[in-house]
């Protein structure tokens, strides 16, 4: 059995002070550890907030005219730099995380367990230590009072001999000293055992006390701080640790910006702003010299149409004033045909124009669809609504798909007058009779305004407009199916654009449900049609 340097003697009070001073000072450098870690938490939970304060500070708004130079090169390598620094800034969050819950509050409740263990093993040693000390008062009252009562006993005997010796005394006398002697003789005796019981008691327990309660409560204190400074070892190999883990993390960081930088291409960057900012305007000719000697008439010169403007009459400058080419850049003005742009700024604003006005009048086509097949349905089956409620948003969405194609015809005849060549567009129209019931069959419009360059122009010639319509309708490809549904009910499938459907039936989804109640499906043999949602159980494909 290893005790530390204990020595069965009376210094064992100075090895207990050294045992106590020691387990205290590594409970205490347990705690000193725990707020080690918990400050440098919070060195890293501010650097991560301070990572993307920067991150939102330098990001571009939503709509901004940082956002819309994103499409450069170096904006966007900036862009994703700040992209990778949020992600740099999440991992030094998950760092302070992990310390915090693995080491800080794991050794902090250690450290509570251990300090509780500590005190009761103390308590076991001191609890010990007392009842020796009791034993040895005892044992020292023992012997005390045999000392006492030997003295007593000697001179009681002392005092008898002296009396019978002494011729005056009576026999009385002596009788009397001499029963007084053996008296305090068998008290002596009595005192003498009880001193020796005490006396063996006392080294029974203090054998009992030296080697075997204090090397025992040594032993589990000696224990206690060996699994200490193993748990304390642990949280130092951890702290590395947890930073390591989200090094591989970390290093992709720093992969992306350096990617960033290295996707930075100057050349494609100059051809995206001259491609974004191209004016399409022709360059001036040469000023043709005007002789007055010759009484050439001026106004019939400046009125010729084969006579290039100069400068000052393509930027709108006044003569008066000195040409430059860099000058404050006035605010333009948003008129509804962009008039006030150049050429090619002017057809791309007309064309993403006519892009937008096409996308909302394809969702009002889809909702005069949608409120058509419903229409149809409460028609067959009043029971699941009253048609006439459909009325007010069945003719405001008429009205609004008419606006929107006035619109679009207006942009469309402006981008043929800028010689710009609009992209095809493609959309479904749906017609209604004259009682407001839908009509799902569908036709398709083309539109294909065809490249304008520029001809040479006389007063009469004006650029035309030629837009096609096909008679025909085009053959749809089947569109792949987006997942299956199961039938719950029987469905008749009486209304036109509706497919009936047997209880049980699987079959092929073709178009989720728009909000409007009905989904498109598919059966094996291609039939197509629609049926409402709440009658079958849908699983969509991933």
């Given amino acids: 059995m290893f005790i530390w340097g204990l020595s069965l003697d009376f210094v064992l009070q100075d090895q207990c002070d050294i045992i106590d001073k020691h387990?205290?000072?590594?409970?205490?450098?347990?705690?000193?550890?725990?707020?080690?870690?918990?400050?440098?938490?919070?060195?890293?939970?501010?650097?991560?907030?301070?990572?993307?304060?920067?991150?939102?500070?330098?990001?571009?708004?939503?709509?901004?005219?940082?956002?819309?130079?994103?499409?450069?090169?170096?904006?966007?390598?900036?862009?994703?730099?700040?992209?990778?620094?949020?992600?740099?800034?999440?991992?030094?969050?998950?760092?302070?995380e992990n310390m915090?819950?693995?080491?800080?509050?794991?050794?902090?409740?250690?450290?509570?367990?251990?300090?509780q263990e500590r005190k009761m093993h103390l308590s076991e040693a001191k609890k010990a230590q007392q009842s020796l000390e009791g034993t040895y008062k005892q044992l020292d009252n023992s012997k005390k009072r045999f000392e006492r009562e030997w003295r007593?006993?000697?001179?009681?005997?002392?005092?008898?001999?002296?009396?019978?010796?002494?011729?005056?005394?009576?026999?009385?006398?002596?009788?009397?000293?001499?029963q007084q002697a053996h008296m305090r003789t068998h008290i002596a005796e009595e005192c003498k055992n009880d001193y020796a019981s005490q006396l063996q008691k006392y080294n029974k327990e203090q054998n009992q006390f030296y080697f075997t309660d204090m090397p025992l409560v040594f032993n589990r204190l000696q224990d206690m701080d060996e699994r200490r400074i193993k748990k304390l070892a642990q949280g130092y190999i951890l702290f590395a640790d947890t930073e390591r883990h989200v090094m591989p993390i970390i290093g992709k960081c720093l992969e992306g910006m350096t990617r960033a930088g290295t996707n930075v291409n100057e050349s494609n960057d100059s051809v995206v702003l001259i491609e974004q900012h191209k004016s399409g305007f022709e360059r001036p000719g040469d000023v043709e010299f005007e002789d007055y000697s010759q009484g050439i008439n001026r106004a019939s010169s400046d009125s010729s149409l084969g006579t290039p403007k100069g400068p000052l009459e393509l930027l709108g400058k006044n003569k008066n004033k000195t040409f430059r080419l860099f000058n404050k850049k006035s605010k333009p003005v948003d008129?509804?045909?962009?008039?006030?742009?150049?050429?090619?700024?002017?057809?791309?604003?007309?064309?993403?124009?006519?892009?937008?006005?096409?996308?909302?009048?394809?969702?009002?086509?889809?909702?005069?669809?949608?409120?058509?097949?419903?229409?149809?349905?409460?028609?067959?089956?009043?029971?699941?609504?009253?048609?006439?409620?459909?009325a007010p948003q069945i003719t405001q969405t008429a009205q609004n798909m008419e606006r929107l194609r006035g619109e679009l015809s207006k942009y469309e005849s402006w981008l043929a007058e800028a010689g710009g060549r609009g992209d095809s567009i493609r959309y479904s129209t749906h017609s209604l009779n004259n009682n407001g019931a839908h009509n799902p069959s569908r036709s398709y419009l083309e539109f294909d305004v065809s490249s304008y360059q520029q001809p040479v122009q006389t007063d009469n010639d004006y650029p035309a407009i030629y837009t096609e319509f096909d008679d025909d309708f085009e053959e749809e490809e089947l569109a792949a199916p987006i997942g299956q549904c199961t039938a719950l009910y029987n469905f008749p499938g009486s209304s036109e654009g509706t497919i009936s459907m047997q209880e049980g039936e699987v079959l092929s989804v073709v178009e989720e449900d728009k909000g409007d109640g009905w989904?498109?499906?598919?059966?094996?043999?291609?039939?197509?049609?629609?049926?409402?949602?709440?009658?079958?159980t849908i699983t969509l494909n991933k």
């Fill in 335 to 390: 008129t509804e045909g962009f008039t006030h742009l150049p050429p090619e700024q002017r057809r791309k604003r007309l064309q993403q124009k006519i892009d937008d006005i096409s996308k909302e009048l394809q969702k009002e086509m889809d909702q005069s669809e949608a409120l058509g097949k419903m229409k149809d349905v409460y028609e067959k089956n009043p029971q699941m609504g009253d048609p006439a409620s459909l």
């Fill in 519 to 536: 989904t498109r499906v598919r059966r094996n043999n291609g039939d197509e049609g629609y049926i409402p949602t709440s009658y079958a």
């Fill in 23 to 96: 387990t205290q000072s590594g409970l205490d450098l347990v705690e000193k550890y725990v707020k080690f870690v918990k400050e440098r938490t919070e060195i890293e939970q501010n650097y991560a907030k301070q990572l993307r304060n920067l991150t939102k500070k330098y990001s571009p708004k939503r709509g901004s005219k940082e956002e819309q130079e994103c499409r450069f090169s170096n904006h966007q390598a900036f862009l994703d730099i700040l992209n990778e620094m949020n992600d740099y800034a999440g991992q030094r969050e998950l760092i302070a």
């Fill in 100 to 115: 915090m819950i693995n080491i800080c509050i794991e050794l902090t409740k250690y450290l509570q367990e251990l300090k």
């Fill in 152 to 178: 007593e006993a000697e001179k009681a005997a002392q005092c008898a001999e002296k009396t019978d010796q002494d011729l005056n005394a009576t026999k009385a006398d002596v009788e009397k000293a001499k």
